[in-house]
């Protein structure tokens, strides 16, 4: 799709921007849309022993209650998925990998959304060799599982996270 017009800035946050702009689709048909821009971000699938991953259960105030969810996180400015996904390791399950390999990128809601989430596997866990900071808004708690334990949790509704979900089909 051609950007025609400039966008309109609707919101600037902290993690998100919201524009708005008329585009021509590729049919010539002209349409105003409302886009949500984020830098990105990467999904961390972080294997401690074969047959094992590490959840977090963290709390979600947009939807009110607590989740059981693969570590993620955005980028920085200016940052790129390999640099954050040592980074967020660390911040949210408190180990650094020594051996990340990109499995996948998809955009999880481009009918409104630019992010790209960066599906990472994490290997070779070790505890960081300097201090780690956390968010101050993110209360989190780590936690290993097998695979089992997981496709239960999604069965049975305690893991409600797409990426999560998605993040179980990459790995074995």
Not at 59 to 80: C, F, K, M, N, Q
Request: hydrophobic residues 40%; aromatic residues 6%.
């Amino acid at each position: 799709m051609p950007d025609d017009h400039s966008p309109e800035l609707i919101f600037q946050g902290r993690v998100i921007r919201v524009e708005r702009e008329d585009v021509t689709l590729t049919n010539g048909t002209t349409t105003t849309i409302e886009a949500v821009r984020h830098r990105g971000s990467v999904v961390i699938i972080a294997r401690p022993a074969p047959g094992h991953l590490v959840l977090i259960r963290q709390y979600r105030p947009v939807i009110r209650r607590w989740i059981w969810e693969l570590p993620a996180g955005s980028l920085d400015a200016g940052e790129t998925p390999g640099t954050a996904v040592v980074r967020e390791c660390e911040e949210e399950i408190g180990l650094t990998p020594r051996r990340v390999t990109l499995l996948a990128s998809w955009y999880p809601t481009p009918g409104f959304c630019d992010e790209l989430m960066h599906f990472y596997l994490c290997e070779d866990l070790v505890a960081p060799t300097g201090p780690v900071a956390r968010d101050d808004d993110e209360q989190i708690e780590p936690a290993t599982v097998s695979f089992d334990a997981l496709r239960e949790m999604i069965a049975d509704g305690r893991v409600v996270d797409m990426k999560t979900v998605v993040g179980l089909t990459l790995v074995r």
